[in-house]
């Protein structure tokens, strides 16, 4: 059969093209950003309102291998980023199998929008960009809670975002001088530690057996694992100490509730979501959503110690929990800046839709 009838489909109108991004052209942009500046700018317009973060679609499933597997759809817009707003999406999937079949857990789309026709003007591949987003986020949590100068950091799960977080840190936190490594599948953690040993002399790594034993000795541990049971006792927690929650699901709720300062990126986007421990406690109402005296509470967002409208000290006796959710517009802010440069650059494939 032939639908000789589409023939009368193709009268079109004006071209319309896309610009294609692959993994090395967007690192190639990247590396010309200052990306930590601009996920802070993106941070504080948030906080002042200028940004629009809708809900995040989630879908999820179990694969044949029995693993979850899930697509997170997040659009965003940063009404202030340079000359125009930057509007886009991204799309996030991964699957919990997919490190034993040699591909990385995450990866997806970053699209940007046209402000004025609303139309896809690129399509990036989201992989780094996504793993650069998170990190920066951490390194300027790091910064804003008053733990900038630590001289020593345990790492739990060391995967893909453990290798950029401290790719990050290293450049950024200069007095770090001990590292401490963590993973389920130890030779992760020994062959990243055999990596970063060579690339920087002047720092020691070691592996640890257990995360109690990293965190033993660390005044920050970064939890970038994939578990979902919360797992890290109070008692592990070292006083003084900053918990980097990014992976968002293994610190227990005694460790949640008994922090002496909770710090979060967005409190509507956690609270949406109870699938989530700290979204949980917050709807349980063992957690309240703005900060309080009396019972354990939400201190700030980033935002809010960026913009300098909360003070946060670092507690000697107690600990400070950053909780990161994610957020959408982040990823945008950067998916902008990368096609800046991409455009100006003539870098990527420029594809015709009509
Ligand atoms: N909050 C955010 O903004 C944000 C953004 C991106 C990713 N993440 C989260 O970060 C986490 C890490 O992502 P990734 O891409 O690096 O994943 P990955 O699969 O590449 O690495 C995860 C590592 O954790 C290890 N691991 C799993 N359970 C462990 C345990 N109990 N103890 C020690 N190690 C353990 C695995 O062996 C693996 O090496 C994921 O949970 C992801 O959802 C959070």
């Known amino acids: 059969m032939e639908n000789r009838w589409l023939a009368d489909v193709l009268a079109r109108p004006t071209p319309e093209s896309v610009r294609f991004l692959g993994r090395t052209e967007v690192v190639d942009c990247l590396a010309r950003i200052d990306v930590v500046a601009a996920v802070k700018d993106a941070l504080v317009s948030h906080h002042h309102g200028r940004t629009i973060l809708p809900s995040e679609a989630y879908l999820s499933w179990t ?70 987003r998170t990190a920066a986020v951490t390194a300027i949590a790091v910064e804003a809670t008053g733990y900038g100068s630590v001289r020593s950091l345990a790492v739990v799960g060391c995967g893909t975002q453990a290798r950029v977080h401290l790719a990050l840190l290293l450049a950024r936190c200069p007095e770090l001088r001990r590292i401490t490594l963590c993973d389920v599948r130890r030779p992760v953690a020994e062959s990243l530690a055999g990596e970063l040993v060579s690339r920087h002399p002047g720092v020691s790594f070691s592996v640890a057996a257990t995360p109690a034993e990293a965190m033993a000795d660390a005044e920050m541990t970064l939890f970038l694992t994939t578990v979902s049971e919360g797992y ?81 000290e670092r507690p000697d006796t107690g600990y400070v929990v950053v909780n990161p959710f994610g957020l959408g517009i982040l990823d945008v802010a950067l998916f902008g800046a990368v096609l800046r440069r991409a455009s100006s650059a003539g870098i990527g494939q420029v594809l015709e839709l009509v």
């Open 232 to 312: 890290v006792r109070p008692d592990w927690v070292r006083p003084g100490s900053l918990l980097l929650n990014v992976s968002l699901g293994d610190l227990t709720d005694e460790v949640l509730t008994g922090a002496s300062a909770l710090v979060v990126d967005d409190v509507q986007l956690i609270v949406e979501n109870p699938r989530r421990p700290l979204g949980r406690l917050i709807n349980e109402g063992r957690i309240a959503a703005k900060a309080r005296a009396d019972r354990p509470s939400i201190t700030a967002t980033i935002g809010e110690l960026l913009a300098g409208d909360m003070l946060s």
């Open 63 to 132: 694969n044949q291998h029995g693993a979850y597997s899930r697509s997170i759809g997040m659009p965003g817009a940063v009404l202030d980023q340079g000359d125009e707003a930057a509007y886009g999406m991204k799309i996030i999937n991964a699957s919990v199998s997919n490190p034993e079949f040699g591909l990385e857990r995450a990866g997806g789309l970053g699209l940007c929008f046209d402000p004025r026709t609303a139309r896809v003007t690129a399509v990036m591949e989201v992989g780094v960009l996504s793993a650069v």
